[in-house]
């Protein structure tokens, strides 16, 4: 902690942002991703620690012509008690971590850590969400999107820049035939950093699958979209033989590597298992 020369604590959105814009501050929210960090000696304060549980509009989920919006500083806690958010957005807050690190850990801490892993982005990639990025330029703050899908570029890397806030997520709310499931594996139930994760998202009505999405955590440099999975799925009636076929399909999606969790044998594997499971629940809804 000895690198901290100032600590601010904001209760505006704009105090927080411009706040930024001078350089030199750390955000802390939950702080469960950046303590252990720092402890670790993986990542250093920068001379300004940020604070920014204050600002209540940076929390909750809201819905509103068709679009549900969840700030930044909502708790994983929060995410799962919500009948506002997706049912495959509560599945992986429920398997987040435990109890204690959920009430604390925020989705946009989640997000910004940039994990290739991170369980709350794999269902934000499967509900198409964008990101809110705020930054103050001459005298006034400007809000910008973009896609999840092209917010990460690497372990721990993002397009976010060092002077925008990342404020909300947003998503079109899922319709009545919406059908969502996410499956991770680690070494234990609980506290544990996923060795895969699996979501699949879309409209199933009449026996067919449509507006697909598919994402993979933990096997590759960044979570990522299946669109070679995707395709396959796309516009299909889910039969035993498609199904297959999009497991085979999943597995070409994926680029895991052998680290200390697993082999990439057997990433491989459990990325064809565990589409094959979700594509049968989907079924089975």
């Known amino acids: ?144 999107r973009e896609p999840i899908s092209r917010f990460f570029t690497g372990p721990g890397k993002t397009i976010k820049h060092d002077n925008e806030l990342l404020i909300a997520v947003v998503f079109d709310t899922p319709g009545p035939d919406f059908v969502g499931y996410f499956r991770k594996s680690g070494p234990r139930p609980a506290l544990e950093i996923s060795t895969v994760s699996v979501g699949i998202g879309g409209d199933y009505k009449d026996g067919a699958f449509h507006n697909v999405r598919v994402a993979f955590g933990a096997v590759g440099p960044t979570p990522l979209r299946g669109k070679a999975t995707e395709a396959m799925l796309e516009g299909q009636a889910l039969t035993a033989e498609v199904i297959d076929k999009a497991a085979r399909a999943a597995q070409d999606d994926a680029t895991p590597i052998d680290d200390i969790r697993a082999t990439s044998w057997y990433r491989t594997h459990l990325i064809a298992v565990f589409t094959e499971e979700l594509l049968n629940n989907v079924c089975q809804n």
């Open 1 to 144: 902690m000895s690198e901290i020369e100032k600590y601010i604590a904001p209760d505006t959105v704009s105090d927080a942002v411009k706040a930024l814009s001078s350089g030199g501050v750390t955000i802390l929210a939950g702080g469960t991703d950046l303590t252990p960090q720092v402890d670790a000696g993986r990542r250093s304060h920068a001379p300004t620690l940020m604070n920014i549980r204050r600002v209540d509009d940076l929390s909750g989920i809201t819905q509103n012509k068709g679009e549900t919006r969840i700030g930044c500083l909502t708790t994983v806690s929060e995410i799962k008690q919500s009948d506002l958010a997706p049912a495959i957005l509560r599945q992986a807050a429920d398997h987040f971590a435990s109890e204690q690190i959920r009430n604390a850990a925020t989705l946009g801490g989640n997000i910004c850590n940039a994990s290739p892993a991170g369980d709350m982005i794999n269902p934000l990639l499967v509900l198409d969400a964008s990101v809110e990025l705020a930054s103050w330029k001459e005298g006034a703050m400007e809000v910008r």
